[in-house]
């Protein structure tokens, strides 16, 4: 499989966090643009009984093509929130959003994305290959290749032999797994995942990690990962956006070119990894007081 | 197997201790009042053993009802009016086809209350009336209503079922069809699944457990309602019907043997309700 090299794309949109690039040219633009999702002066205000809260304030964010772009801050950032408004979960109360050049809701129609949520959320009473199903019967996809393709994907996330056991007999790092395995089936360029490892062990964290960072380099699939572990971040990502809260916004976008493409768990010595590290840390600092 | 045998079997002893005793305290005065009018000795022995062994005692002995209920289901054919299986299947009949009637409706109103909020506000008020009024008073009117426009036998008995199954069904289902994990419908939004997908992937599988629990309530009183039903037809056959004949001429033997009849009858179709759950629900986890 081959697929574009995103270094390529870096160029293209060098400058990313307030380029005054407009939307409507990544609307116009053909379905290979080399930019994913893109966002302008994004708000999300929820109205409450005594005063709105504003989750988030005027974003503006490009992911391109190929990227693995992690969300990271402190809780009430407005992380989740900000990837539920590209899934089409959230409506923003202002801004402009754009994926692949539409609507965040035509996208969900065209089912262009997978997501995977913070808990596996798989459905109790399936098996774990009618809950990897789940997504292609609802597209209507022949029995035969429902079955092929979920086997297909189970294998990717290393659970053959799994097909026919059900969420329980599983443990919570498998049930992860078949999540991914189940948003993979879908088939989409576009993968988005909310703290999906947050409530593992730090060792079934590390070993799922580097599952992940692989299958991204194999797939090629544009990823947005929400986290608030900063060497999850770190040592997944080519671009790190740091987020602070009250009110959700960002507050440094960090690319991580200087770790090379392919990670493996030693980058976590390196001198790079530990300098990006640092850079994320003091940008979670400045956003957050620690005494409130 | 031993561990929960030995519970069961000292519970029944005791059971039985306090029916034999309430036999011989309650059969008492009459079985002393039969000996002194035929002149025969009235001890304590004599006495007790009359109560044991009247004709239309007060309270029936258990071997008593068992003795008639083994003369039924083996001296006649299954087939015989004189059979309490045939009584018993014409009640199943009946609360069988009550219950399906009443799970229909019983799914069918708590979907539309879930999934439209102006029925939940007039609709549940009414449901909970419904059960309010007791079934005694209500089921002569549905059988002379619907006798009146020609509908006789069964299904007059299965809408009295009817109205006592889906109220249970109802009040589960409600709660069953709203029983979805927020994340497991944030799937289905993600998948832009459409209404009635959600509701057949998620809503409905989701709320099974919730089914199953309200079912066993609905065929101990699919039966219960059955039966209420067969009293005010007169009678032809069922095992209200042989209540019925029972407390006309004084039979409670045979009243007893209709009633332990019944009671085994609910027994059965909760079991199959069971084994049903355990088929499509038990392999799932630990539901």
Do not use: D, I, M
């Given at each position: 499989m081959t697929f574009p090299n995103p270094l390529d794309f870096w160029e293209a949109s060098a400058s990313r966090q307030g380029s005054d690039r407009a939307v409507s040219s990544a609307k116009s633009s053909s379905a290979k643009s080399p930019v994913v999702v893109e966002a302008r002066k994004l708000s999300l205000v929820y109205p409450t009984a005594d005063k709105p809260v504003t989750?988030?304030?005027e974003v503006d964010l490009t992911i391109a093509r190929g990227d693995f772009v992690s969300l990271i801050g402190p809780s009430g950032c407005g992380k989740t929130t900000l990837l539920r408004v590209i899934a089409d979960l959230e409506r923003p109360t202002a801004g402009q959003i754009a994926i692949e050049g539409m609507t965040p809701e035509q996208a969900r129609l065209k089912r262009l994305y997978g997501y995977v949520f913070q808990?596996?959320?798989?459905?109790?009473?399936?098996t774990v290959e009618r809950n990897v199903m789940l997504p292609l019967e609802i597209m209507g996809i022949a029995r035969a290749e429902r079955q092929a393709r979920a086997r297909e994907q189970l294998e990717r996330v290393g659970?053959?032999?799994?097909?026919?056991?059900?969420?329980?007999?599983?443990?919570g790092g498998m049930q992860q797994r078949v999540s991914i395995a189940r948003a993979l089936a879908l088939q989409p360029d576009l993968l988005l995942m909310d703290e999906p490892f947050g409530a593992l062990d730090e060792i079934t964290r590390d070993h799922l990690n580097l599952h992940l960072t692989q299958l991204w380099r194999a797939t090629g699939k544009t990823c947005v990962f929400v986290t608030h572990s900063i060497a999850e971040a770190v040592f997944l990502s080519t671009r790190i956006v740091v987020m602070s809260p009250r009110p959700g916004r960002i507050l440094d976008v960090i690319d991580c070119n200087s770790l090379p493409r392919e990670r493996t768990l030693d980058i976590r010595e390196s001198p790079e990894f530990a300098a990006i590290a640092h850079r994320v840390r003091e940008g979670l600092k400045e956003g957050h007081s620690y005494d409130d | 197997m031993t561990r929960r045998a030995l519970p069961v079997t000292v519970m029944t002893l005791l059971l039985l201790a306090a029916w034999y005793i309430g036999a011989a305290w309650l059969n008492w005065p009459q079985a002393a009042e039969t000996l002194a009018r035929a002149n025969r000795p009235a001890g304590f022995a004599d006495v007790l053993a009359q109560a044991y062994a009247m004709k239309r005692p007060i309270l029936p002995t258990p071997d008593q009802v068992v003795v008639e209920l083994w003369n039924s289901l083996t001296g006649y054919a299954p087939t015989s009016p004189r059979n309490l299986l045939f009584h018993a299947w014409v009640t199943a009949e009946a609360a069988l086809t009550g219950l399906a009637m009443g799970l229909a409706l019983g799914i069918l109103l708590a979907a539309g209350i879930v999934y439209t909020r102006t029925l939940e506000a007039s609709l549940l008020p009414w449901v909970i009336a419904s059960q309010t009024i007791p079934i005694l008073a209500i089921a002569p009117m549905i059988v002379v209503i619907l006798g009146n426009i020609g509908l006789t036998g069964l299904l007059p008995k299965a809408v009295i079922c009817m109205y006592l199954c889906f109220f249970p069904i109802t009040v589960g289902m409600v709660k069953g069809l709203r029983s979805a994990d927020p994340l497991w419908v944030d799937l289905m939004r993600t998948y832009s699944a459409s209404g009635l997908r959600a509701f057949w992937s998620l809503r409905l599988p989701a709320s099974m457990p919730f089914l199953f629990a309200s079912l066993k309530v609905s065929v101990a009183i699919s039966v219960v309602g059955a039966i209420v039903g067969e009293l005010?037809?007169?009678?032809?056959?069922?095992l209200g019907a042989r209540l019925l004949s029972g407390s006309y001429y004084g039979q409670t033997v045979q009243i007893w043997a209709a009633l332990i009849m019944a009671s085994l009858l609910s027994v059965a179709v909760i079991a199959v309700v069971r084994g049903l759950e355990l088929v499509l629900l038990g392999r799932a986890g630990a539901r």
């Open positions: 989750a988030l304030s808990a596996p959320a798989l459905y109790p009473w399936r659970l053959s032999g799994f097909e026919r056991k059900f969420p329980w007999q599983l443990s | 005010p037809t007169g009678g032809q056959a069922g």
